[in-house]
DNA sequence: TCCGCTATCTATAAACA
DNA sequence: TTGTTTATAGATAGCGG
C-alpha cells in the first residue's frame, strides 16, 4: 500500500479534518504530558478550534464556556521595556478610563490604591496580539494585573504607606 | 545498534535533559503548527522550563524575563456555576482587599467604577491552579479583569449610569 | 555546547468494519 | 459516526565529531 505524502494545508473535508483533529489532538497531548515528565517541565495547551466551538484548555479541559469559546487568539508577548509608554500601545479609550479613575480618586488611599493599581497598568510587562473573532462578545480590553504582595494592608485593612513597592509586580494586558 | 525504549521519566542528567527538551519541543511545535494548518485552528503554548528559566510562549517567543520566567503554572478553568461564591475561592487577603476598595470610595462614580470592577471580579469565569514556583517574586493573587465596552464613558470621560451592564464581561483569576 | 547521523520507535493517513 | 488495522512517514535516543 502507497500513501502519498500529507500535503500541508488546510483540510477541506469536514470529517476527516475533524478525524485529523481528534488524532493529532491526542498525540499533541501525549507529547506534551511526556515532556513534562521527561524533562520536569509545566506544560499548558490553549487551542480554539471552530469545529468543536469550544475552547480547550489542557491538561484540565474545560466545558464549553459561552464566552470563552469564542474567544480566539495569538498570543505575543515582549518585554516592557519594547514599550515606549503606555499611551503608544493602549487604545485612546483605555487612557481615558486610566484617566478617569485617577480624577475620581480625592482620598489618599483610594489614591494610593487607585493610582498603583492603574498608573503602573503598564507596570512591567504588556502582553499584545490578542485576537478577538467575536467582537460583540470580547472586545475592549485585557488588563491583566498581577497583585504582589496583596497582604500588605495593616490591621484595619488599610493600605499602608509603601504600597508602591508591594505592588511592582503588576502585569497589564492590552488589546485594540 | 540497539537502543532501548524510552523510561518515561525525569531524566536527571542534566545535558541529557536538555538535548531531549530541545529536541521534543521542536517537534511539539512542529506538531501544533500542522495543527493549526490542517485544521484551520489557533493555538499557543506556555511552557515553562527550570532549565532555560524562562519562560517559552508558542508561536511568538519571549526574551528572558526575569519576572515571567520564574512563573510556573498549572492551568485549571472550570464554569463559574461551579463556585459558590467568591470567599469560597478567593483567599482572605483578597477579600480584605476588595472589601478596602469599597471602604475607600465615597464618591458615587468612584462606586460605581469600583464596585464593578472589584465586586464583579468572581464575574464570570474563575481560573485556579495557578502554581508559583518562586513566591518571592509572584505570590498573592492573580486578577484577569476582562473590560467589556470601555468605551462606556460620556463625553467628558465620566462613567456611565449603566456600567454594570456594559462590564459583565469581567473574568477573575486568583490564587493561594 | 551544538551539530549530524541513523537505527529504531511512534504517530498517523487511509481504508475498511 | 466510531473503532481497528496496517503501511509508511516522521520523530528521536544515543552516539560521535
Same mark, same amino acid.
Given at each position: 500500500?502507497?500513501?502519498?505524502?500529507?500535503?500541508?494545508?488546510? *483540510?477541506?473535508? &469536514?470529517?476527516?479534518?475533524?478525524?485529523?483533529?481528534?488524532?493529532?489532538?491526542?498525540?499533541?497531548?501525549?507529547?506534551?504530558?511526556?515532556?513534562?515528565?521527561?524533562?520536569?517541565?509545566?506544560?499548558?495547551?490553549?487551542?480554539?478550534?471552530?469545529?468543536?466551538?469550544?475552547?480547550?484548555?489542557?491538561?484540565?479541559?474545560?466545558?464549553?464556556?459561552?464566552?470563552?469559546?469564542?474567544?480566539?487568539? !495569538?498570543?505575543?508577548?515582549?518585554?516592557?521595556?519594547?514599550?515606549?509608554?503606555?499611551?503608544?500601545?493602549?487604545?485612546?479609550?483605555?487612557?481615558?478610563?486610566?484617566?478617569?479613575?485617577?480624577?475620581?480618586?480625592?482620598?489618599?488611599?483610594?489614591?494610593?490604591?487607585?493610582?498603583?493599581?492603574?498608573?503602573? *497598568?503598564?507596570?512591567?510587562?504588556?502582553?499584545?496580539?490578542?485576537?478577538?473573532? &467575536?467582537?460583540? &462578545?470580547?472586545?475592549? !480590553? !485585557?488588563?491583566?494585573?498581577?497583585?504582589? #504582595?496583596?497582604?500588605?494592608?495593616?490591621?484595619?485593612?488599610?493600605?499602608?504607606?509603601?504600597?508602591?513597592?508591594?505592588?511592582? #509586580?503588576?502585569?497589564?494586558?492590552?488589546?485594540?
Amino acid at each position: 500500500m502507497i500513501r502519498k505524502k500529507v500535503k500541508l494545508a488546510y *483540510i477541506t473535508n &469536514d470529517s476527516s479534518r475533524k478525524a485529523t483533529y481528534k488524532k493529532r489532538n491526542k498525540g499533541l497531548m501525549k507529547n506534551m504530558s511526556e515532556l513534562s515528565t521527561l524533562c520536569g517541565i509545566n506544560t499548558c495547551a490553549i487551542m480554539y478550534s471552530p469545529d468543536e466551538s469550544q475552547l480547550e484548555v489542557w491538561p484540565s479541559p474545560i466545558g464549553g464556556q459561552q464566552v470563552l469559546s469564542k474567544f480566539r487568539m !495569538i498570543l505575543e508577548m515582549e518585554q516592557r521595556k519594547n514599550m515606549v509608554n503606555q499611551e503608544s500601545f493602549l487604545s485612546q479609550r483605555t487612557v481615558k478610563v486610566v484617566e478617569q479613575l485617577k480624577k475620581h480618586c480625592k482620598d489618599n488611599q483610594e489614591k494610593e490604591m487607585t493610582l498603583v493599581m492603574f498608573n503602573n *497598568i503598564c507596570g512591567k510587562w504588556v502582553i499584545h496580539g490578542f485576537n478577538f473573532r &467575536d467582537i460583540n &462578545d470580547l472586545n475592549g !480590553i !485585557i488588563i491583566i494585573v498581577l497583585i504582589h #504582595g496583596c497582604t500588605s494592608t495593616d490591621d484595619d485593612g488599610n493600605a499602608q504607606s509603601n504600597a508602591e513597592d508591594r505592588y511592582k #509586580g503588576y502585569c497589564a494586558i492590552g488589546c485594540e
